[in-house]
């Protein structure tokens, strides 16, 4: 008595999932460029870690009872190891009917289903490997019936960004409602050349507009990623990808029940560079390279700069300090000065709240002369998502701390502090502030007394010298104003001093919340 024959069916059935569309479809794919899920899955997760669920799953032909051929759902599965940790991954197998969704008892994944469930049961990151088109009109006439917008829904991956890392991988072309899953998610990524993303692809657009665009230029990385800010990171190959998504989740938590990890640190706390004394020009309207400024105070090769291409006006980075996970927001005065204008203000929003959900301290280096002004800045709404960009930094719950670079003026700089917590600042001997910066404010403040002078240009420079004798950052110092103002050189020590407490006071919170029973 044995159970040898179904054995062995159970691996016949496996060997035709791992067929996935067949050897011609397979080869279509590969023509493209692209990998195929299987090889997606295997090139991400550590070797032989990759325990797949529902790997019977599709249809099935029988003849005579007995089973001749099974193709595959187009979704593949299950858990595996990222960096030894463990994650629930899932992807759309583009060789079975352009990874379209597949209707059975219960969803493996692609717009909630198992994948998404594993994930919100077990706290563990989620990766969505995207590459299908989602819904399709034929299923209304396979069901004989359309179904209303949400029969399969959002409510589990809007649960998940509560909870767990989410991490989509845009891998192909994605509309509809995996476009939509790539958009839920806490960081994205997408290929150059290979990966577009969409609400609808070109045929809908030329039927409903009447314009004809390829998918290059509707959804690939020029327009999602460097223009609408879309997708957060673009690579070069498929492989680079799995690299940024293992290098993401190197910085991320578990869940929101842990602390991000800490690493051993050869970098020495104490390390004083030099070249900082020089990094920012007397002259006050001189750009400087603050990325630079950034590599040297963070932990040497610690930093990862999410949306680089994108919202160029804000630098916004995964780093560490002394081994800790923290985020930077700095400024950047090589574009618009550093003054924030829209999709500055956006990428800050989308990072301050990363940060906060996932109980990383955030700093911000700040040479930021305000909100970006003009016609064009008013006609985007500046100064909307500017205020939500403060909004939501008053909403954050994390440590902060303030360090100022050069300028720190009006509302803009508002949203640099942490008024609802310790509201610890710092500043640079470089350092200025104020409601808005002396010009502008002489010019308005100052308007009639400058167009009745017989000199109107020389009495505007004399008022504007008389009041920059007050932007002294010493002066604000003396009143307690600004907490402290220290030698550049001094930074690293200083803020890996703040961050080592920062780590401290979120232990706290997090076992409060933990024996509360409350989520965070």
Same mark, same amino acid.
Request: hydrophobic share 40%; proline share 5%.
């Given at each position: 008595?044995?159970?040898?024959?179904?054995?062995?069916?159970?691996?016949?059935?496996?060997?035709?999932?791992?067929?996935?569309?067949?050897?011609?479809?397979?080869?279509?794919? =590969?023509?493209?460029?692209?990998?195929?899920?299987?090889?997606?899955?295997?090139?991400?997760?550590?070797?032989?870690?990759?325990?797949?669920?529902?790997?019977?799953?599709?249809?099935?032909?029988?003849?005579?009872?007995?089973?001749?051929?099974?193709?595959?759902?187009?979704?593949?599965?299950?858990?595996?190891?990222?960096?030894?940790?463990?994650?629930?991954?899932?992807?759309?197998?583009?060789?079975?009917?352009?990874?379209?969704?597949?209707?059975?008892?219960?969803?493996?994944?692609?717009?909630? *289903?198992?994948?998404?469930?594993?994930?919100?049961?077990?706290?563990?990151?989620?990766?969505?490997?995207?590459?299908?088109?989602?819904?399709?009109?034929?299923?209304?006439?396979?069901?004989?019936?359309?179904?209303?917008?949400?029969?399969?829904?959002?409510?589990?991956?809007?649960?998940?960004?509560?909870?767990?890392?989410?991490?989509?991988?845009?891998?192909?072309?994605?509309?509809?409602?995996?476009? *939509?899953?790539?958009?839920?998610? =806490?960081?994205?990524?997408?290929?150059?050349?290979?990966?577009?993303?969409?609400?609808?692809?070109?045929?809908?657009?030329?039927?409903?507009?009447?314009?004809?665009?390829?998918?290059?230029?509707?959804?690939?990385?020029?327009?999602?990623?460097?223009?609408?800010?879309?997708?957060?990171?673009?690579?070069?190959?498929?492989?680079?990808?799995?690299?940024?998504?293992?290098?993401?989740?190197?910085?991320?938590?578990?869940?929101?029940?842990?602390?991000?990890?800490?690493?051993v640190c050869d970098d020495p706390v104490d390390r004083r560079e030099e070249a900082?004394?020089?990094?920012?020009?007397?002259?006050?309207?001189?750009?400087?390279?603050?990325?630079?400024?950034?590599?040297?105070?963070?932990?040497?090769?610690?930093?990862?700069?999410?949306?680089?291409?994108?919202?160029?006006?804000?630098?916004?980075?995964?780093?560490?300090?002394?081994?800790?996970?923290?985020?930077?927001?700095?400024?950047?005065?090589?574009?618009?000065?550093?003054?924030?204008?829209?999709?500055?203000?956006?990428?800050?929003? =989308?990072?301050?709240?990363?940060?906060?959900?996932? =109980?990383?301290?955030?700093?911000?280096?700040?040479?930021?002369?305000?909100?970006?002004?003009?016609?064009?800045?008013?006609?985007?709404?500046?100064?909307?998502?500017?205020?939500?960009?403060?909004?939501?930094?008053?909403?954050?719950?994390?440590?902060?701390?303030?360090?100022?670079?050069?300028?720190?003026?009006?509302?803009?700089?508002?949203?640099?502090?942490?008024?609802?917590?310790?509201?610890?600042?710092?500043?640079?001997?470089?350092?200025?502030?104020?409601?808005?910066?002396?010009?502008?404010?002489?010019?308005?403040?100052?308007?009639?007394?400058?167009?009745?002078?017989?000199?109107?240009?020389?009495?505007?420079?004399?008022?504007?010298?008389?009041?920059?004798?007050?932007?002294?950052?010493?002066?604000?110092?003396?009143?307690?104003?600004?907490?402290?103002?220290?030698?550049?050189?001094?930074?690293?020590?200083?803020?890996?001093?703040?961050?080592?407490?920062?780590?401290?006071?979120?232990?706290?919170?997090?076992?409060?919340?933990?024996?509360s029973g409350v989520r965070p």
């Amino acid at each position: 008595m044995t159970w040898l024959p179904e054995a062995e069916e159970i691996a016949l059935r496996r060997k035709w999932a791992e067929d996935l569309g067949g050897e011609e479809a397979v080869a279509r794919h =590969h023509a493209q460029g692209r990998l195929t899920v299987r090889e997606r899955i295997s090139g991400l997760v550590d070797t032989g870690s990759f325990q797949e669920v529902g790997k019977l799953t599709g249809n099935a032909s029988y003849v005579d009872g007995q089973v001749t051929k099974v193709v595959p759902a187009p979704y593949v599965m299950g858990l595996a190891n990222i960096d030894g940790r463990p994650v629930a991954v899932g992807g759309e197998d583009f060789t079975v009917r352009g990874g379209t969704s597949w209707g059975g008892d219960r969803r493996k994944g692609g717009q909630g *289903g198992f994948v998404e469930d594993l994930a919100a049961r077990y706290r563990i990151p989620l990766v969505n490997l995207i590459d299908g088109a989602g819904g399709t009109v034929t299923s209304a006439k396979r069901r004989g019936h359309t179904v209303f917008p949400g029969v399969d829904g959002y409510e589990r991956a809007v649960e998940l960004l509560g909870t767990v890392p989410v991490v989509s991988a845009v891998l192909g072309t994605a509309a509809g409602g995996p476009a *939509g899953r790539a958009i839920l998610s =806490h960081w994205s990524v997408m290929v150059k050349g290979t990966s577009q993303i969409f609400a609808a692809g070109p045929p809908v657009v030329e039927r409903s507009l009447g314009q004809k665009v390829s998918k290059e230029e509707l959804g690939g990385a020029k327009m999602a990623v460097d223009t609408a800010g879309t997708v957060d990171n673009v690579a070069d190959t498929e492989e680079d990808a799995f690299r940024l998504i293992r290098r993401f989740l190197s910085y991320m938590p578990r869940n929101v029940w842990e602390l991000p990890p800490v690493t051993v640190c050869d970098d020495p706390v104490d390390r004083r560079e030099e070249a900082l004394l020089n990094l920012v020009p007397r002259e006050r309207r001189q750009p400087y390279n603050m990325k630079k400024l950034i590599e040297m105070v963070a932990d040497r090769g610690s930093i990862f700069e999410i949306q680089p291409t994108y919202g160029r006006a804000v630098i916004t980075s995964l780093a560490r300090m002394n081994g800790k996970v923290v985020g930077i927001i700095a400024n950047n005065p090589m574009v618009y000065g550093g003054a924030m204008d829209v999709r500055a203000a956006r990428k800050q929003i =989308h990072f301050t709240e990363l940060c906060d959900t996932f =109980h990383i301290p955030l700093i911000f280096l700040v040479d930021l002369p305000g909100f970006m002004v003009g016609m064009q800045a008013e006609a985007a709404a500046t100064l909307r998502d500017g205020m939500r960009a403060v909004y939501v930094g008053l909403q954050a719950t994390v440590p902060i701390l303030t360090l100022v670079i050069r300028k720190c003026y009006g509302m803009a700089g508002m949203g640099t502090t942490d008024k609802n917590g310790l509201d610890f600042k710092i500043a640079w001997p470089s350092a200025e502030w104020g409601s808005l910066p002396v010009e502008g404010g002489v010019a308005a403040a100052f308007k009639r007394e400058i167009q009745n002078a017989a000199d109107p240009a020389a009495r505007q420079k004399e008022l504007e010298e008389e009041l920059r004798e007050l932007d002294s950052p010493f002066l604000t110092a003396e009143a307690f104003g600004v907490e402290d103002i220290i030698d550049p050189r001094e930074t690293r020590g200083y803020l890996c001093r703040f961050i080592e407490l920062a780590q401290e006071r979120l232990k706290t919170d997090v076992g409060v919340k933990m024996k509360s029973g409350v989520r965070p």
